[in-house]
């Protein structure tokens, strides 16, 4: 059974850099899919930060790519999430996941989400 | 980008009732669609694919239609366990994806 796990601060300062790690067990990130971020702001709808393919291809929300970083750690079998330049506006739920591309183009694991606040 | 128009925003319903939410694409989709369901602290959870496909082990009275710009997902008969948030969510340009709104569903 696959599994993935956010990991990181809840709070994080204005202007400063969020970092989520997501570990992930029952699967190898090295094959075929795209793991990726989701982020949910309290009270509000679900929006899709970007993506990495286990070939260490990106793909970012247009609009936030200039602050997004997302990487892989294959030694760790985890991926992990830089936002810089936060404000309020990033405060949310921060769910990691896994999106198949095979012919089920769908999101089918989620991490349990974190909540991560931005303030001072 | 891609944008998706879902309503309506929130819905109240009698056990029974048989509910219907749409979800408009700003661009052709194809059949490029998503439905998944929401409960309060959880992750969301997948229910239809590919606009109509029933996931394994969604109960049946769970079902979605159309192609194209115009989207429905019904419940055909409410259930008090469907008390939830539904999103409708596109992929045509894996892996960018695009969420509706959202709706949310209570009892009346």
């Known amino acids: 059974q696959v599994q993935l796990q956010e990991s990181g601060p809840g709070l994080v300062k204005p202007s400063e850099t969020l970092s989520l790690t997501c570990g992930v067990s029952?699967?190898?990130?090295?094959?075929?899919?795209?793991w990726g971020w989701i982020r949910q702001p309290p009270g509000k709808g679900l929006e899709w930060i970007g993506s990495?393919?286990?070939?260490?291809?990106?793909y970012y929300n247009p609009s936030l790519k200039s602050r997004v970083t997302i990487s892989l750690d294959t030694s760790k079998n985890q991926f992990s999430l830089k936002l810089t330049f936060v404000t309020a506006a990033d405060t949310a739920v921060y769910y990691c996941?896994?999106?198949?591309?095979?012919?089920?183009?769908?999101?089918?694991?989620w991490g349990q989400g974190t909540l991560v606040t931005v303030s001072s | 980008d891609i944008q998706m128009t879902q309503s309506p925003s929130s819905l109240s319903a009698s056990v029974g009732d048989r509910v219907t939410i749409t979800c408009q694409a700003s661009?052709?989709?194809?059949?490029?669609l998503n439905w998944y369901q929401q409960k309060p602290g959880k992750a969301p959870k997948l229910l239809i694919y590919?606009?109509?496909n029933l996931e394994t082990g969604v109960p049946s009275r769970f079902s979605g239609s159309g192609s194209g710009t115009d989207f429905t997902f019904t419940i055909s008969s409410l259930q008090p366990e469907d008390i939830a948030t539904y999103y409708c969510?596109?992929?045509?340009?894996?892996?960018?994806?695009?969420f509706g709104q959202g709706t949310r569903l209570e009892i009346k």
């Open positions: 990495i393919y286990h070939t260490g291809s990106t």
């Open positions: 029952g699967h190898s990130i090295s094959t075929g899919y795209y």
């Open positions: 969510q596109q992929y045509d340009n894996l892996p960018l994806i695009t």
């Open positions: 661009q052709d989709i194809s059949n490029y």
């Open positions: 996941a896994r999106q198949r591309r095979d012919g089920y183009n769908y999101v089918d694991y």
């Open positions: 590919d606009a109509s």
